[in-house]
């Protein structure tokens, strides 16, 4: 009996001395040739910043909607400078099968327009001042709305006039303009 609990005891000291030793090197620390690339220095990212690139969301601060030429009408997603240390945030526009929804509540939006573009944000934020856009005016967008964010996902629904009865999908152009993600939304054909 006595010499299994000297084991025991043993076993258990070793074990004391070798579990700390198995994680040294692990943590947060950086080694020499690193470098830390976090915005305060801090070697730890600061709440809302991409671990990857180090930068901070994007914040979108206004959506604007324009005449194009004779075809065409623009949509402007205007987001905050980002020399500050704000990053563009990846987006992605595509055709939606139906109403749009709401972010979170997946309450469904009714838009003007035969067919409908959504568009999202990712790793995007908003201050709370961006409000839906509507010009029935114009020939190609009928509407643009904001539908909403959650956890750095922003969205926005875009509302497209189409040849009468029509809801063939438009096409579109996307691109970056200094601090703006312009989606460029072209007329149908309506001559056939």
Same mark, same amino acid.
């Given at each position: 009996m006595r010499l299994r609990s000297k084991r025991a005891l043993l076993s258990g000291a070793a074990a004391v001395l070798v579990l700390p030793l198995a994680g040294w090197g692990a943590g947060t620390a950086l080694s /020499?040739?690193? $470098?830390d690339t976090t915005p305060d220095g801090s070697g730890k990212p600061s709440r809302g !910043?991409?671990? @990857?690139?180090g930068k901070n969301p994007a914040e979108l601060k206004s959506i604007e909607l324009k005449a194009g030429d004779e075809d065409s009408d623009r949509v402007v997603f205007h987001f905050s400078d980002p020399k500050q240390?704000?990053?563009?945030?990846q987006y992605e526009v595509k055709h939606l099968d139906g109403s749009p929804k709401k972010p979170g509540s997946g309450k469904q939006v009714e838009? $003007?327009? /035969?067919? !409908?573009?959504? !568009?999202?944000?990712?790793? @995007?934020t908003t201050d709370g001042s961006v409000r839906e856009v509507v010009d029935k005016d114009l020939p190609v967008v009928s509407e643009v709305r904001y539908l909403g964010g959650f956890e750095q996902v922003q969205e926005a629904a875009i509302g497209v006039n189409g040849c009468q009865g029509d809801s063939a999908e438009p096409s579109y152009d996307v691109k970056v303009l200094d601090t703006d993600i312009v989606v460029d939304v072209k007329?149908?054909?309506?001559?056939?």
């Amino acid at each position: 009996m006595r010499l299994r609990s000297k084991r025991a005891l043993l076993s258990g000291a070793a074990a004391v001395l070798v579990l700390p030793l198995a994680g040294w090197g692990a943590g947060t620390a950086l080694s /020499q040739d690193s $470098e830390d690339t976090t915005p305060d220095g801090s070697g730890k990212p600061s709440r809302g !910043v991409d671990p @990857a690139t180090g930068k901070n969301p994007a914040e979108l601060k206004s959506i604007e909607l324009k005449a194009g030429d004779e075809d065409s009408d623009r949509v402007v997603f205007h987001f905050s400078d980002p020399k500050q240390n704000d990053s563009l945030p990846q987006y992605e526009v595509k055709h939606l099968d139906g109403s749009p929804k709401k972010p979170g509540s997946g309450k469904q939006v009714e838009m $003007e327009g /035969q067919s !409908v573009l959504g !568009v999202t944000f990712t790793h @995007a934020t908003t201050d709370g001042s961006v409000r839906e856009v509507v010009d029935k005016d114009l020939p190609v967008v009928s509407e643009v709305r904001y539908l909403g964010g959650f956890e750095q996902v922003q969205e926005a629904a875009i509302g497209v006039n189409g040849c009468q009865g029509d809801s063939a999908e438009p096409s579109y152009d996307v691109k970056v303009l200094d601090t703006d993600i312009v989606v460029d939304v072209k007329s149908s054909d309506c001559s056939s």
